[in-house]
């Protein structure tokens, strides 16, 4: 009888609502397997797999398990290492030390990049080591997949905040009529689009969305904002924080140039401030802004149950393709269908998920590059898990 | 048979997420009094009065009515305006014109000034006008009441987002170790305090509040923040907005002299974001801040269901006071017991509410001024409606 080999599994990357969830859906596919000897968990990623720095997931009980499948963050600790030269062998060593026959590895691009270079040394090195990957991004920015986990539940709360923060300014047009508010996203548009999710009339917020797939031009965003002002009486923009001019220039250091702190480093200031003073100073309008910050990928009281569900999904899948013997590939998002919703999950390989970005396509957005289309509307709405409670009007 | 006077009803001040509830709750108690004549709202506060911008609000349909006990901000608009010589008299014309006997005004310390001058007004220009007061703030800084309605829902949302946000640089504490998450409050403490309401174990955040009621000393803050991160390998703290050094200058400005935005203006930089570049500068460790905005007063998802309620309770107690002929009073809130928790409502002057300000009392501060005491917890925790969900940890 051959002596059944262990898993190790780690989170890496920025956090999400729902990465614990697919750590549940590993360790309970994993454990339910039989199959597999020790089910261990490595701190801060491939740090805790290069420092030896393990838990023995076995022995968490149940009712804890239960309790992290709805726990925001990375239970297990999370982080942004690069492998440097010698990190690759120092993994496979650990691998060997613990006979860990499957290396899951949930997180993004980067992650996905470090997956694939272990499951390349360990082949080279004949080792029998399957690597299998679980995606995980705010950003929806992996290529191959329909989705990301962590999408659906930052979507949700965009949509949300923006529809709550927008009855806010329409109620105070008086006194702030411009709200700008900050959202994440990297170099993709997804986060900032799906605010368009809790928008119901043309007069309603968001008015205007600014994407880093599209250039901000300082004078083209002040006429949006006027004419917007001038048609409803208020302005709600979102805008990414990651947003640049057309010269490659980050929005939030429009002003670095110029601005120095108490200690004489440049400051960086963040989109959202920048183009309030910009409103403030070009139109003559009080601006307010909101900036969410870490709470909007975070917060478990607007998760998406169909993104906390299909992370869990993905953790079990991930598992039962390392099984399989499938290695160095990334468990998809498969849909099936819009409307009923319904998908699927599917394999792709690591390496062409870690060197590419999925951008929000052009027919997401509408010309003018300030609204989405019903296209990405069908796309989104399913993955915030149900509609949003109604509002009134008088 | 005496002909039936109407009742005119107007939302005043920064909006929250159940002053809605609390207008319902007077529409409600209006129509079915089946005293009264007219039910009208004004709107955008006294400045619809003043404008003659009523709307007949028997006209709206059931449906939104119970729409509207759900939905943030103010339906009817709300504002800042200040009176100034003339309006109250052009008010009591509006008054006198539409045969308005009752006058109920939903606001804060501002509104009930408004009010009580009007009241003061009526009476000695001998008109039969009723005016009552339903408390509205998230500040919870209205004397003579247990707390303000509005309030129980910020606390809600700090607590819950500050014990995310708190989870997320928990596990990526060796990218980014320290957290600001500034929060609201204008002179008082109670949003800040309520970060403590979702803290369980001693290592989780959050770890150190700032607020209003102790002036910031950086060198105090630099080593508060060190000893915490020292002891625990992160640190989340939370930071009112409207913090103030010990000469009075606000922590927000604390770079203003030498930070000049493109256009030559002073740029009023936030005091999270002042703070963590103190922290980069001062300790040399990364730090990230939140900045949720009006989104923290605002997002219907996390409502407390008690501050709902309690909304709702306050407006149907004013539409009663003034039918009993109670004038130029504010409903309160009274605590009847804290577990279980018991509240009912009562009356105050308004003269009294305008002019004075409730700041946390020392008793809910811990002597170094930057956690709360279990007092404060008893308080505050039944206004959140209802146990935070439990989390798990490996």
Redesign the interface.
């Known amino acids: 009888m051959q002596k059944k080999r262990s898993l190790l599994v780690a989170?890496s990357g920025?956090?999400t609502?729902v990465i614990?969830s697919s750590l549940v859906g590993v360790v309970h596919a994993a454990l339910a397997a039989g199959r597999l000897g020790t089910v261990i968990?490595a701190r801060?990623g491939i740090?805790g797999v290069l420092a030896d720095d393990l838990?023995d997931?076995g022995r968490?009980v149940p009712e804890?398990?239960?309790?992290?499948r709805?726990?925001?963050?990375?239970?297990?600790?999370?982080?942004?290492?690069k492998l440097r030269p010698g990190d690759v062998e120092r993994a496979l060593e650990t691998f060997r030390r613990h006979d860990v026959g499957y290396f899951i590895y949930i997180g993004g691009n980067d992650s996905a990049d470090s997956a694939h270079r272990i499951a390349r040394a360990a082949a080279a090195a004949g080792d029998e080591l399957v690597v299998v990957g679980v995606p995980k991004t705010i950003d929806n920015d992996l290529p191959l997949t329909d989705h990301c986990p962590g999408y659906g539940s930052i979507a949700r709360f965009v949509a949300?905040?923006t529809r709550?923060?927008g009855?806010?300014?329409?109620?105070?047009?008086?006194?702030d009529p411009i709200?700008l508010?900050e959202v994440m996203g990297r170099n993709a548009g997804w986060v900032a689009a799906a605010a368009a999710l809790g928008k119901g009339e043309e007069s309603e917020a968001p008015h205007l969305i600014y994407l880093p797939e599209r250039p901000l031009d300082p004078d083209r965003f002040l006429d949006d904002v006027q004419r917007t002002y001038d048609r409803y009486g208020f302005v709600v923009a979102v805008v990414a924080e990651t947003l640049r001019q057309a010269d490659g220039r980050p929005v939030a250091q429009?002003?670095m140039l110029?601005?120095?702190?108490?200690?004489g480093?440049p400051?960086l200031?963040?989109a959202a401030?920048t183009l309030s003073?910009l409103v403030a100073?070009g139109l003559k309008l009080r601006a307010?802004?909101?900036?969410?910050?870490?709470?909007q990928?975070?917060?478990?009281?607007?998760v998406s149950e169909v993104d906390l569900e299909e992370g869990y999904r993905c953790g079990q899948a991930a598992v039962a393709a390392a099984l399989a013997g499938e290695t160095d590939r990334m468990v998809t998002l498969v849909r099936v269908a819009d409307a009923p919703y319904a998908c699927t999950t599917g394999l792709a390989p690591l390496a062409e998920i870690a060197n590419s970005e999925k951008r929000l396509p052009d027919e997401y957005l509408a010309p003018d590059g300030t609204a989405v289309t019903p296209a990405f509307l069908r796309y989104a709405r399913p993955l915030i898990g149900g509609p949003l409670?109604?509002?009134?009007?008088?």
């Open positions: 989170q920025g956090p609502a614990n968990g801060f740090e838990v997931l968490v804890t398990l239960e309790q992290l709805r726990t925001p963050a990375a239970a297990l600790g999370s982080g942004r290492y949300l905040a709550d923060a009855r806010d300014t329409e109620s105070m047009r008086r006194v709200k508010i429009m002003e110029e601005s120095v702190d108490g200690f480093h400051r200031i963040g401030h003073g100073n307010r802004w909101d900036r969410p910050g870490t709470i990928r975070m917060l478990m009281a607007t409670p109604e509002y009134g009007r008088i």
